[in-house]
C-alpha cells in the first residue's frame, strides 16, 4: 500500500471530464488492496471494545485512539464495515492497537 501506482486515465466515459477540464487524462491512484490480518496477527493485537451510540463516527474513534481522525478508514476495515451506516445502535466497535501494528499489518 505504500507505494500505490498513479496512472493515466483515458477511458472514454470520462470524455465529458476531459473536455470540461481542457485535457486528454486524469491522473489517478490505483485501488488500494488491503489484505485483512489472519487470526494470529489479531491475536497479537490489544482490541479495545466500544459500543456504537448516536452521534458516533469512525473518525472520532480515530481522533480517541490514534490523535489522527484521517485514520477512520483503519477502524472500518478492521471491523469490516466499510461505511458508517453498516453499523446499528449498540453494535460493537473494535479498534486495534497499536496503531503502528495494524498499519504493518495493512502495509502502511
Known sequence: MKYRQIFSNTD?????????????????????????PTSDEIAALNVVKETWKIG?????????????PQLWWVIAWFNQKPVESDLKIGDRVLIPLPLEKILEYYGY
Open 12 to 36: 472514454d466515459i470520462y470524455d465529458n471530464l476531459f473536455d470540461e477540464r481542457k485535457v486528454n487524462f486524469i491522473e489517478q491512484f490505483d485501488t488500494a488492496n488491503i489484505v485483512y
Open 56 to 68: 458516533d463516527r469512525y473518525w472520532k474513534y480515530a481522533a480517541k485512539y490514534y490523535n489522527k
